[in-house]
C-alpha cells in the first residue's frame, strides 16, 4: 500500500498505472471493502496508529467480511494474495487464488504455498478465465527469478538452478564462520533481528528452501516433483568444528537448494554443500539469497539479493502487477 501511494505519480506517467484498491483483508488486522476505493493515505496512517484495519471509517465501507467473500464482492481487477503459507496443504492462499482465478481477476502472489504445489492447476484455471497467475515473489522475494527466465534468459535451455533459497540459514552460517559463533549463539541471533522465527524449523530444517527447489523444479525444469521426490537435510548438523576444518581447505558451507536434468529425470535437493571460495555462492553472506542457472547458451549466470523484507515482498507484487497492467493495456 506505501508503494501504490509513495509512486503513484510515477506509476501513472510511467507506466500508465493508476491503481485504485477497493479491499483489504488480513486474518488479524479485519477487513474492508469500498467499492469505490479506498484513501490509501489515510488508511495507512490508521494502520500505524492502531495496527489495524477495523475501525477505519470510509463512506460505504462494507467490513467484517472473510477473505473469500472480500473476493467475491470486491469487484477488482487483481487480487495481491500474501498471506501466511502452509507448505504441506498450500491453504489458505490456494483457496484465494482458485476464488480469484475462477471468478475472472488476475492474481499476484508471494506465497510459495499454492506455487510449489499447484501451479499448473493455476495456471490452467487462469487461462481458462482469460487472466494471468504471476508467482515472482515466490521464490527470492524481491529479486527477480521468473521474470529473468521469462525475458532476460529466453531462447536458453536451463540445465540446473541451485543457490541459497533461505536467508536464515544463511545468515546463521555465515555468523558461524565470520564470528566464531557456535549453532545455537548465531540462531538466537538471527531470532532476535527477526530473520528466524520462535520455531526455526521451516528454516534451519531446510522446508523453506525445499519449497522453493519443487517450484524451480516444476516451473523452470518442466518437472512434476513432489515434497518426497527432494532430499532435504538442514544445517543442524553443522558444527563450529566443521567450519573451520572447511575453511582451513578453502571452503565454505552454504545450504545449497539444487535441481538439475539428467536425461529424463529431475535430480533436486536441500543440503549443507561445502564449496570452493570460487564459487559465486560461496561469496553470498548474511541474509541474502542467490541462484545460479546453468543455461547453453549464456553459460552460467548468478543474481543475488534479499530475499525476504517489508518493501522487498511489495516490490515482487509491483513487478507482476505492472506485467499485467502492460499486457492488459497492449491488447
Given at each position: 500500500?506505501?508503494?501504490?501511494?509513495?509512486?503513484?505519480?510515477?506509476?501513472?506517467?510511467?507506466?500508465?498505472?493508476?491503481?485504485?484498491?477497493?479491499?483489504?483483508?488480513?486474518?488479524?488486522?479485519?477487513?474492508?471493502?469500498?467499492?469505490?476505493?479506498?484513501?490509501?493515505?489515510?488508511?495507512?496512517?490508521?494502520?500505524?496508529?492502531?495496527?489495524?484495519?477495523?475501525?477505519?471509517?470510509?463512506?460505504?465501507?462494507?467490513?467484517?467480511?472473510?477473505?473469500?467473500?472480500?473476493?467475491?464482492?470486491?469487484?477488482?481487477?487483481?487480487?495481491?494474495?500474501?498471506?501466511?503459507?502452509?507448505?504441506?496443504?498450500?491453504?489458505?492462499?490456494?483457496?484465494?487464488?482458485?476464488?480469484?482465478?475462477?471468478?475472472?481477476?488476475?492474481?499476484?502472489?508471494?506465497?510459495?504455498?499454492?506455487?510449489?504445489?499447484?501451479?499448473?492447476?493455476?495456471?490452467?484455471?487462469?487461462?481458462?478465465?482469460?487472466?494471468?497467475?504471476?508467482?515472482?515473489?515466490?521464490?527470492?522475494?524481491?529479486?527477480?527469478?521468473?521474470?529473468?527466465?521469462?525475458?532476460?534468459?529466453?531462447?536458453?535451455?536451463?540445465?540446473?538452478?541451485?543457490?541459497?533459497?533461505?536467508?536464515?540459514?544463511?545468515?546463521?552460517?555465515?555468523?558461524?564462520?565470520?564470528?566464531?559463533?557456535?549453532?545455537?549463539?548465531?540462531?538466537?541471533?538471527?531470532?532476535?533481528?527477526?530473520?528466524?522465527e520462535a520455531d526455526p524449523t521451516g528454516d534451519v530444517e531446510g522446508y523453506d528452501a525445499l519449497a522453493k527447489v519443487m517450484q524451480l523444479s516444476n516451473i523452470v525444469l518442466g518437472g512434476?516433483?513432489?515434497?518426497?521426490?527432494?532430499?532435504?537435510?538442514?544445517?543442524?548438523?553443522?558444527?563450529?568444528?566443521?567450519?573451520?576444518?572447511?575453511?582451513?581447505?578453502?571452503?565454505?558451507?552454504?545450504?545449497?537448494?539444487?535441481?538439475?536434468?539428467?536425461?529424463?529425470?529431475?535430480?533436486?535437493?536441500?543440503?549443507?554443500?561445502?564449496?570452493?571460495?570460487?564459487?559465486?555462492?560461496?561469496?553470498?553472506g548474511g541474509a541474502i539469497n542467490a541462484l545460479t542457472f546453468s543455461c547453453d547458451l549464456s553459460g552460467d549466470v548468478t543474481i543475488q539479493g534479499p530475499g525476504a523484507g517489508q518493501m522487498?515482498?511489495?516490490?515482487?507484487?509491483?513487478?507482476?502487477?505492472?506485467?499485467?497492467?502492460?499486457?492488459v493495456n497492449c491488447c
Amino acid at each position: 500500500m506505501k508503494i501504490l501511494r509513495d509512486k503513484k505519480g510515477f506509476l501513472t506517467e510511467k507506466y500508465g498505472f493508476d491503481a485504485e484498491v477497493v479491499a483489504i483483508s488480513d486474518k488479524f488486522k479485519g477487513s474492508i471493502l469500498v467499492k469505490d476505493g479506498i484513501d490509501l493515505d489515510a488508511l495507512i496512517k490508521h494502520m500505524e496508529s492502531t495496527g489495524k484495519v477495523d475501525g477505519f471509517e470510509a463512506t460505504g465501507a462494507i467490513t467484517g467480511l472473510e477473505p473469500i467473500e472480500t473476493i467475491r464482492q470486491s469487484g477488482a481487477d487483481i487480487i495481491a494474495e500474501a498471506s501466511f503459507t502452509d507448505i504441506k496443504t498450500g491453504e489458505p492462499a490456494t483457496s484465494h487464488v482458485r476464488e480469484a482465478l475462477g471468478s475472472g481477476k488476475h492474481v499476484v502472489t508471494t506465497n510459495k504455498g499454492p506455487v510449489a504445489l499447484f501451479v499448473r492447476e493455476l495456471e490452467t484455471l487462469a487461462k481458462q478465465n482469460n487472466v494471468q497467475f504471476r508467482y515472482e515473489g515466490a521464490v527470492m522475494s524481491g529479486t527477480p527469478i521468473f521474470n529473468l527466465i521469462e525475458f532476460c534468459l529466453a531462447g536458453n535451455d536451463i540445465k540446473e538452478v541451485k543457490g541459497i533459497l533461505n536467508g536464515t540459514t544463511n545468515f546463521i552460517l555465515t555468523k558461524m564462520e565470520e564470528d566464531d559463533m557456535a549453532y545455537e549463539d548465531a540462531l538466537a541471533l538471527a531470532q532476535k533481528l527477526g530473520y528466524a522465527e520462535a520455531d526455526p524449523t521451516g528454516d534451519v530444517e531446510g522446508y523453506d528452501a525445499l519449497a522453493k527447489v519443487m517450484q524451480l523444479s516444476n516451473i523452470v525444469l518442466g518437472g512434476s516433483l513432489t515434497e518426497g521426490d527432494i532430499e532435504r537435510e538442514g544445517i543442524t548438523g553443522i558444527t563450529s568444528d566443521m567450519i573451520k576444518a572447511a575453511a582451513a581447505e578453502g571452503m565454505r558451507y552454504k545450504l545449497i537448494g539444487s535441481t538439475r536434468k539428467e536425461g529424463d529425470k529431475i535430480i533436486a535437493y536441500v543440503k549443507p554443500v561445502k564449496m570452493p571460495l570460487s564459487d559465486p555462492l560461496a561469496g553470498v553472506g548474511g541474509a541474502i539469497n542467490a541462484l545460479t542457472f546453468s543455461c547453453d547458451l549464456s553459460g552460467d549466470v548468478t543474481i543475488q539479493g534479499p530475499g525476504a523484507g517489508q518493501m522487498e515482498t511489495g516490490f515482487a507484487l509491483l513487478i507482476d502487477i505492472l506485467a499485467i497492467n502492460s499486457a492488459v493495456n497492449c491488447c
